[in-house]
């Protein structure tokens, strides 16, 4: 293999393929990235056996040549260090040269870099999926579902399946559920796909999606999808990222959800969000998080919190509407700033079905996302 | 007490004063800020015992009335809480009134806080310092001679006076040297101040001077300093930092530093330090950080490091300048790197009195500052 090719191509191919790189991996092939050059282009490509990312340079785009494939080929090289290296070659082009024994030559400017690389045979072969499954669905509302329900996954590994975030689609409605059985997060979206297409239970892990989000580019670019037996793919333009389902039943959720309130409440987010923010400052203190909210005679709420070390916060906010029965609710402020930091709403709906009874938090501007707390049972 | 102030100018001082709260005392009172009001103004105070920040808020500046005193009076607040809620309280305006056995409520809008206050009686009373030695330096000027040194302090407590950095005042000269036993860093300036005032053997913390620097505006104001018997005052307009000298005499490090050189170079600093950089990620991987710089046949440098497992970086450079002996040295590249960062010109000196003997590295532009590294002792 012998090529030149543009250093910020390269890079940018090398930081995307890097997030899935393992760091602790006992293989050391996987702490490589698999370069192959041929006459198409130059293919990286990154795994850690339940990641794996590929990410492919045309040798032209847009009238600019990337690389030139002098001699087609195929190396993998150390990912760590490769990683650095290639930000802060000192000239635009670089040169890169594979001889015997996968020793690689790389030549930038004055820099002159001598590595040894791994036989890519031994590289894991990338899954050859099924493409029957397939959808799209635009970038940034991808990312926003993700962030709209990946914090609710638990990171207790006693319940692998809880790490990851139930999807499904039915009748066109892509569907995201997470848990970690103290909250709930869901979140949906109607697309404009074959309404014959369908699937459920597939699982996919928070942190996977996590990662998957840092690779989705902020350009408003369609992602297609495909879902296979125990994979999952994404295709971005030139990067493709594979994943694997976790294994294991999600459990149904839908039980827990209460459709009927005892109290219900619309009020400003941020307002909320801020005097919660108070209130857990102090609450932090105590290493419980606990908050409370009461109605209050006369109208609005109070959220407030004490400690008997420190002292007591409160505070009065005005309310948009409340109707039904007065309250008195303690809860893991937490888990609540989490859920309002999502709410893309100006104003916010809380069901409330008793004491020790859910929490049901929406947007109040639409229905596509829908978020369940557990409060804490306490005595007084 | 009882007083009404603006939020900014109360977190401003908050802010200030917080970095000299200990995070582990177990002196409940120093876990807290003293608030002190009067018919002047507002003072707030904090203290580890080793640093005592003083924070004044006059009741009015530049025509805005910052701070209304309706009954004086002193109370001590949890400092971790209080730092955080202050940023965060709703309103521009904050009250604040303690009553009995210093139960305190602050009000901002429609936040109610009640606090736990202690006794201010038990705060620890600031040092009054004879002020015979004083003299003034512009911040900008004081925060760049401790950058220059603060970072060659050892980290090690089995040699306490080595964390600091030794201060001298002769001849209007102000100089600070600090070392960890493999490199030095030493820093001189000519201050404007009367000549007959001198001092010498004044150690000071290094990780109070980061803090210091921190507290320095950004403002060109001129700093004042007391050197009194064991503490040392910065004045910064309306904030006063104590501090402890550190106990211990420090060792001399005037006869290390040579000055006679077997090889002297001047060259690029950004493009070594670019070099350096390279090699350093290679050999960081070995947990060495050894990289080695020899001169080459025909004039220049080399700059390269080496793994067994990785591979091999290696680069040259061009000098402007090169004389004396061949030489082919090692050292730490982390430490040189640490020299090369504050290096405020753009061409360097450095000089070589042989592999084993210690490296000086030293701006071109001035002899303000001059920096040593020992060499790694390598066996090839």
């Not at 030549?107 to 001598?114: F, K, L, M, N, V």
């Not at 059985?181 to 942190?207: A, E, M, N, Y």
Request: with cysteine; aromatic share 6%.
């Amino acid at each position: 293999m012998k090529l030149t090719i543009l250093r910020n191509e390269l890079n940018e191919a090398v930081q995307n393929v890097s997030k899935a790189v393992s760091s602790r991996s006992t293989i050391p092939i996987l702490s490589g990235i698999k370069i192959d050059a041929n006459d198409r282009g130059v293919t990286l490509t990154a795994s850690d056996t339940d990641i794996s990312i590929q990410s492919f340079i045309p040798l032209e785009r847009a009238e600019q040549q990337n690389a030139t494939v002098h001699r087609s080929g195929s190396v993998v090289l150390p990912a760590k260090f490769f990683v650095e290296i290639v930000k802060k070659l000192p000239n635009e082009e670089v040169n890169i040269e594979v001889g015997e024994r996968f020793q690689t030559m790389i030549h930038s400017g004055a820099t002159e870099i001598q590595l040894v690389g791994l036989d890519p045979e031994e590289f894991p072969v990338l899954p050859t999926l099924q493409e029957d499954q397939v959808f799209s669905i635009a970038g940034d509302l991808l990312k926003s579902m993700i962030r709209q329900t990946v914090f609710a996954v638990t990171t207790s590994e006693s319940t692998p399946i809880l790490t990851g975030v139930l999807w499904s689609l039915q009748d066109g409605v892509l569907k995201f559920v997470a848990t970690d059985r103290h909250r709930l997060g869901t979140c949906k979206v109607q697309l404009d796909t074959d309404p014959s297409l369908s699937f459920s239970g597939v699982v996919i892990s928070g942190k996977t999606l996590g990662e998957l989000s840092k690779v989705i580019p902020d350009q408003n670019t369609l992602i297609d999808i495909v879902v296979a037996d125990s994979q999952v793919l994404f295709k971005l333009g030139n990067v493709m990222f594979f994943t694997r389902m976790l294994d294991g039943s999600y459990p149904d959720t839908s039980k827990i959800i209460p459709t009927n309130f005892k109290t219900e409440l619309v009020l400003h987010t941020k307002s909320l969000s801020d005097a919660i923010d108070r209130a857990y400052l102090l609450s932090r203190e105590e290493k419980t998080n606990i908050v409370r909210l009461s109605t209050v005679e006369g109208g609005g709420i109070e959220i407030s919190s004490s400690s008997s070390e420190l002292g007591r916060v409160q505070e009065q906010l005005d309310v948009t509407e409340l109707t039904g029965e007065e309250l008195r609710i303690a809860f893991n402020s937490k888990y609540m700033l989490d859920v309002l930091k999502v709410i893309d709403s100006e104003q916010l709906f809380i069901g409330f079905t008793g004491a020790m009874s859910p929490i049901i938090i929406k947007p109040r501007d639409h229905e596509n996302s829908l978020h369940l707390i557990l409060p804490y049972r306490t005595t007084n």
